[in-house]
């Protein structure tokens, strides 16, 4: 039984599966497992400099020769970055007195002072992308402009863009793109839309909803993301009309994966109950676990600083614990489908296991399904 599908034969890979392109998680090592395993890697390029992101890529290739793919964020709060300076007085000294709450406990300096800009690597960094030609260009949490999907197609890069709604999926479709990836409200991390929306509520469409909306919209393949940890997930994706699934959560809890062992830890421990839609972390709304500063600092109504710049603000307080092991403090990213996870293999084992599964499934499906 074989689960050759349109996405397989657009990558040319063996398998739809598509590891998400998780910032500080998804490394070469990782990617270049998922990709001898027969599914797709994608690389984490957001805030990578453009020359570090060249040897990331470089080290893929050294590693296997199958296609994988890169992600960058194309949000306008990094094109170009937000100008801390721009911040009112007010929202700055509630937003560092919540922090240095966190501070205190953890005992780092406190501070008062406005963050420091970041660095405005989007159009140098995309370059990185054009010049080394990997098959596949991730984009999330921004516009496709149509130049460059046009870009990608000269170089025979393969445009993939998320997105969280059925109008965003038309969108990015009639700029170019050659699969979009339909993001449910399961699903862990940031909600992959361009600006911010006054409250989660319009991003969180469950996948099952999500998927045949837009499968039904465009005329490219889709990928399902939210809620899929295993083989059911997949049979599922591919009956709801999706070409494959993209799997973020479960590839955090594997032996390849950069996340720190605090986090993989937490995961292991976590039920879907546990996570939670904040923005609390980044000032983009994501879904993550639920930890002591996610619950105290939305408790306590503090303002949230603008996209992007609330992580600058927080990252000591994130260093901080990691330094000292300490979870409830530390940013943990993950989807509904950490129910699902209670091991910590190999990606590649991965992969094989979800296929695994898929089959099992659907073997198993004329037993359960009979005609009256």
Request: with cysteine.
């Amino acid at each position: 039984m074989t689960f050759r599908t349109a996405l397989c034969d657009l990558l040319g890979i063996d398998y739809p599966i598509v590891q998400s392109g998780m910032g500080a998680i998804a490394g070469p090592e990782l990617v270049a497992e998922v990709c001898r395993a027969g599914g797709l890697g994608i690389l984490a390029g957001l805030n990578v400099p453009p020359d570090d992101l060249r040897a990331m890529i470089r080290r893929v290739r050294e590693l296997t020769n199958r296609p994988f793919g890169v992600n960058l964020w194309l949000h306008r709060a990094l094109r170009p970055p937000i100008d801390p300076g721009e911040i009112s007085d007010e929202v700055l000294r509630g937003a560092q007195g919540m922090l240095n709450r966190f501070r205190q406990r953890l005992g780092i300096p406190t501070t008062m002072a406005r963050p420091n800009r970041a660095p405005d690597l989007m159009e140098s960094t995309i370059k990185v992308v054009l010049d080394e030609r990997p098959a596949l260009f991730s984009a999330a949490l921004g516009w496709l402009e149509p130049g460059l999907a046009d870009e990608c197609r000269r170089r025979g890069i393969k445009v993939m863009a998320m997105v969280s709604t059925v109008a965003d999926a038309r969108s990015a479709a009639a700029d170019g793109a050659d699969l979009i990836v339909a993001q449910g409200g399961e699903a862990g991390g940031h909600r992959s839309i361009d600006g911010k929306p006054a409250s989660p509520d319009a991003t969180s469409v469950g996948v099952m909803a999500l998927l045949p909306q837009i499968a039904d919209a465009v005329r490219v393949p889709v990928v399902a993301a939210g809620g899929i940890a295993d083989g059911r997930g997949l049979v599922a994706a591919l009956a709801l009309g999706a070409s494959g699934v993209l799997l973020g959560t479960r590839f955090v809890a594997t032996r390849e994966s950069m996340a720190p062992e605090l986090y993989k830890k937490r995961l292991l421990e976590s039920d879907s109950g546990d996570t939670t839609l904040t923005d609390t972390l980044s000032g983009l709304w994501a879904r993550a676990l639920a930890n002591r500063f996610t619950r105290e600092y939305t408790e306590s109504g503090a303002p949230v600083l603008p996209p992007l710049v609330q992580r600058g603000a927080a990252t000591d307080v994130f260093l901080a614990a990691l330094k000292r092991g300490d979870p409830d403090y530390y940013p943990m990213m993950a989807g509904q489908s950490v129910g699902l996870v209670r091991d910590l293999p190999g990606a590649g084992e991965v992969v094989a296991a979800v296929i695994r599964e898929a089959r099992a499934v659907l073997r198993a499906l004329p037993e359960r399904v009979r005609e009256t």
